[in-house]
């Protein structure tokens, strides 16, 4: 008995891992089950947006963005949404900030508080210049449950003008989801990506609209994909679910069936497969306990033969043979086991066929007798019909019931055929449901192998198939007039390039009627024009779309009209270009108006560029649309580049974070009048700026008038005149101290004189006599330069090389700066001839090389250069106030310390100085500019700290003239 218990041990174990695989199985063909579900549900979803956004596509090509033509985007959108199916709540334009400008409400809409500028999807739409889907929300107008879809409409610059917006009811998405093949206790959810629920299946009034982001199964969505796991649904009931995300849109898909249901049919075939293994091992121990005293040989190697068999190898047969009992029990394993082999082989395969045609979850299978009594129904089929499966098993179901009348006789038509030929085409028809209502299907029937006068029935629902006609045929009947109504010729052709529709529209401008344009190649006779209607339409017959194309057309009268083209290719199912749809619209009018703006604009251009001020014109979105010549050469830009430009693009960054409250300001109508400095690389220019909102019709600021005037050179003018005349008092002061000076040196002098007269060599008081002489010496220089300073010194000028003079002062230089400095020249041949004193100009190269040893305490380089230069009646742009004229430049430049600008303005003033007075008595710069000023030139100074100082004499240069004789540089030391 023992041995017996062994042998079957295999036998045991095959059966436990068939019923867990059985069990694995069935597990994994409910979860299939329950993802096809979602994904369905999903691509329905998917469809539904795409045939409202195939919509708003069509509305933008028709609807304007004018303000003014609200009244009759109205009317257009009334008449589409009577067109429409019941689920559209709303259709409107709208302008980028927001505002309403058309609206298919019947009711008057305030436009002045009607604004979606907070709406979702239109944010989406005006941020991907694409289409945007919205959040759900309480519909304004209805009060009903709506979600929202908007498409941007851009213009051919890319900038967007406008939105186009259709807003359906949630209460059709809910349709969507709801089909007769969802098992019974199934629910199906629909989330948009922030977790609020968009649809449910069940209880939609509760749940529509409501936050389920902290739910396990929103949370749990956003992770699984396609995966089917258990998890509570936002009701809290725990749920066989499935996942599907919805494509093109950022919505998830979520179909749960109740846990129990689904199971069901997996814990039936396990407890089968449990009671059959039962019985079989049952019935096989007592073969063994009655056999097993005679027949323990034999029966071991049976054992280990059925422990093979059992452990999968099929083919396996045993070699126990013979006359008696144990013999025929071999022969009869080895047919049994072949038999099993053959039954197993032909069962999986069936198997395979009938589980994939039931895990479909899409067909309904039912088996009927030959009464029409239904014997066997899967749950899709129970849905479709609205029973359940305890009504099947009391026998309440009966195809002739559920027939309607009209259709019994193709029922039993199709049933005889199947008798006689043994095949039947499938056919239409309707079901009565359970509840009375109708529901259209589609049927095949095939007789049962091996079991007589039963017949198999699969069911296809065509509900949403007839629905999706039903609204595909709506959506066309709206397409098609749309297209008959739009103000625009609109035609499409097949992949040859041969006319399919030829709108009203197109039949006035071409002039050829539907009928003679239908089927003919495009163009029509002698239409091309210049060939941009035909190249826009090769182009869109490649798949590439292409939008607002100016190009001129021939009619059939023989005239030319300028027209706007857009073209888009037409794509089948598979993706592939079936042909084109153009969209030409008649701009003859526009084209006359742009020519007389353009010739108004020349005219303005004509008068604004002979101004001497900076003009232009800014619109609302701060872009440039008009600038004269002047503001084109002030910003160093084509006057093309400039307009259609950004302010903030122009003028720099800098410069525009200055002026945007001022800006704002304009475009709030409000006139502005300010100082600004704008950098440029010769240094910062100084405007003044006058702002004049211009304010249209109906009291809108469309922009404002910008006029600036370039204020640089006249206050740079305003503060060197100030200096000139601070300089002159100053050197008029200074000249009336020196002739104090000099009248009391006299004095001084005349009694040292008749003093050292009358004393006697050895006297003592000779050493002091001598000081007070050098102190008078000391201070007769100091006359001699403020005398300078003032223009009061005598000054001998005659016409000479400037090159002389600087070759004749350069011993001198060499001896002023010291050997520690560098000293070069470079001496423009052509640097002409002046009208100076030469000693007096070497005085002040002198005087400057002395400034410059002082900067250059430990070395350093010097440097004299001549050149001429000619300023034309645009004076200079470095040295504002300069005369035209010609002029020889002498420049001194040294690479000492520098000065900051405050020492800069203080270099000519008398007695200043950055040194301690015991090393001079500041008054180097200031001689040399009154020598300069009195031989009639000009004197400047450029100088950074660290950069070294360099210093430029103008002087008006002359033809040449007499020579003169230059002082020995010995005189100059």
């Not at 919509?55 to 109205?74: E, G, H, I």
């Not at 001998?796 to 011993?811: F, H, K, L």
Request: hydrophobic letters at 45%; proline letters at 5%.
């Amino acid at each position: 008995m023992l041995l017996a218990l062994v042998a079957m041990l295999p036998f045991v174990v095959l059966v436990i891992v068939n019923v867990s695989e059985l069990a694995e199985q069935e597990d994994a063909a409910v979860r299939a089950r329950t993802a096809a579900l979602a994904r369905a549900a999903s691509e329905r979803v998917s469809d539904h947006v795409h045939q409202v956004d195939a919509l708003l596509l069509v509305l933008s090509r028709v609807v304007s963005t004018r303000p003014s033509d609200a009244l009759r985007n109205d009317t257009l959108l009334r008449s589409v949404k009577r067109r429409l199916p019941a689920f559209y709540n709303d259709v409107a334009v709208w302008l980028p900030n927001g505002d309403n400008v058309g609206s298919s409400r019947d009711s008057s809409v305030d436009r002045a508080r009607s604004n979606v500028a907070d709406r979702k999807y239109f944010r989406e739409a005006v941020r991907t210049r694409g289409t945007g889907i919205g959040e759900p929300a309480i519909s304004r107008s209805t009060g009903d449950w709506t979600v929202g879809v908007a498409r941007a409409i851009v213009a051919r610059d890319g900038s967007l003008i406008g939105v186009v917006s259709a807003t359906t009811r949630l209460t059709r998405l809910g349709e969507l989801l709801t089909t007769a093949s969802l098992p019974a206790g199934s629910v199906v959810t629909l989330f948009d990506e922030d977790g609020r629920v968009l649809a449910r299946s069940l209880e939609p009034d509760r749940w529509l609209g409501r936050d389920a982001s902290v739910s396990a199964v929103f949370r749990l969505s956003r992770d699984a994909g396609a995966e089917t796991v258990e998890v509570p649904g936002v009701d809290g009931v725990p749920r066989l679910t499935g996942f599907m995300r919805v494509a093109d849109v950022p919505w998830t898909v979520a179909v749960g069936v109740p846990a129990d249901a689904a199971m069901a049919p997996v814990r039936a075939a396990i407890g089968r497969n449990l009671a059959l293994a039962g019985l079989a091992l049952t019935a096989a121990l007592f073969l063994a306990a009655w056999l097993g005293g005679r027949t323990a040989r034999p029966l071991g190697t049976l054992a280990a033969d059925a422990a093979a068999f059992g452990g999968g190898a099929l083919s396996h047969r045993t070699a126990v043979d013979g006359t008696d009992e144990i013999g025929m029990l071999g022969r009869a394993f080895n047919d049994m086991a072949r038999t099993v082999e053959q039954r197993t082989a032909a069962v999986l395969t069936t198997e395979a066929r009938a589980r994939r045609l039931i895990e479909s979850n899409l067909i309904g299978i039912v088996v009927a007798d030959s009464r029409g009594a239904i014997v066997e129904a899967n749950d899709v089929f129970l849905g479709i019909v609205g029973y359940t499966r305890q009504e099947l098993a009391m026998g309440l179901l009966n195809r002739d019931a559920l027939t309607p009348a009209e259709f019994r006789p193709m029922d039993a038509w199709a049933q005889l055929q199947l008798e006689q030929t043994g095949s039947a085409p499938p056919w239409e028809q309707e079901y009565l449901r359970r509840d009375g209502r109708r529901v259209p299907v589609l049927v095949g029937i095939a007789q049962l192998p091996g079991i007589d006068r039963q017949y198999a029935s699969f069911v296809l629902d065509l509900t949403q198939r007839i629905a999706a006609e039903e609204a595909l045929r709506e959506t066309h009947d709206t397409l098609r007039a749309l297209i008959v109504g739009a103000p625009l010729a609109i035609f499409s052709t097949d992949s040859a390039g041969r006319v399919e529709t030829w709108n009203p529209q197109a039949e006035r401008l071409f002039g050829w009627s539907t009928e003679e344009a239908s089927g003919k190649a495009f163009p029509i006779s002698d239409t091309a024009g210049d060939g941009g209607l035909m190249d826009a339409l090769d182009r869109a017959l490649t798949g590439e779309p292409v939008a607002d194309v100016e190009a001129r057309i021939s009619t059939r009268s023989g005239a030319s009209r300028d027209v706007s083209v857009s073209a888009a290719p037409l794509r089948d199912a598979q993706g592939a270009v079936r042909g084109a749809v153009a969209f030409v619209t008649d701009i003859a009018a526009r084209k006359q108006a742009e020519r007389a703006l353009a010739e108004r604009d020349e005219q303005y251009r004509l008068v604004t560029d002979g101004i001497p001020f900076m003009i232009a014109y800014v619109d609302r979105e701060e872009r440039y649309r008009f600038v004269n010549s002047a503001f084109a050469q002030f910003v160093q830009k084509p006057r093309t580049d400039v307009v259609g430009s950004r302010v903030a693009e122009v003028i720099g960054a800098e410069s525009y974070a200055e002026i945007r409250g001022r800006i704002e300001e304009a475009l709030r109508g409000l006139p502005s009048r300010f100082d600004l400095a704008v950098p440029d690389r010769t240094g910062p220019r100084r405007l003044e700026v006058t702002y004049i909102p211009h304010t249209a019709s109906g009291g809108i600021v469309d922009g404002f008038f910008s006029i600036a005037a370039d204020v640089t050179t006249r206050q740079a003018l305003e503060e060197q005149h100030h200096q000139v005349r601070t300089l002159e008092a100053v050197g008029q002061l200074a000249a009336g101290i020196a002739h104090d000076f000099n009248d009391a040196l006299t004095v001084i002098n005349g009694y040292s004189e008749l003093l050292r007269k009358s004393i006697e060599p050895s006297d003592a008081r000779n050493a002091d006599l001598a000081e007070i002489e050098e102190a008078a010496a000391r201070v007769a220089g100091l006359v001699r330069q403020l005398l300078a300073f003032g223009g009061l010194q005598t000054v001998e000028p005659v016409v000479g090389p400037i090159n002389e003079i600087v070759t004749s002062v350069e011993p001198a230089l060499q001896h002023a700066l010291g050997s520690a400095v560098t000293l070069t020249t470079s001496l423009a041949p052509d640097a002409g001839h002046c009208y100076v004193d030469p000693a007096r100009v070497q005085q002040v190269l002198v005087d400057l090389a002395l400034n410059a040893r002082a900067a250059m305490p430990d070395g350093g380089r010097a440097h004299v250069e001549t050149c001429p230069v000619d300023v034309d009646g645009n004076g200079s742009a470095r040295h504002p106030g300069l005369a035209a004229g010609a002029y020889a430049v002498l420049v001194f430049t040294d690479s000492g310390v520098g000065m900051d600008a405050e020492t800069k303005a203080r270099a000519f003033a008398p007695f200043f100085t950055t040194r301690d007075h015991a090393s001079g008595a500041g008054l180097g710069l200031a001689t040399a500019y009154g020598i300069v000023r009195q031989l009639g030139g000009q004197i400047y100074v450029e100088s950074e700290p660290g950069e070294g100082t360099s210093v430029e004499i103008w002087f008006p240069r002359v033809p040449s003239g007499s020579a003169f004789r230059a002082p020995s540089p010995s005189a100059l030391l």
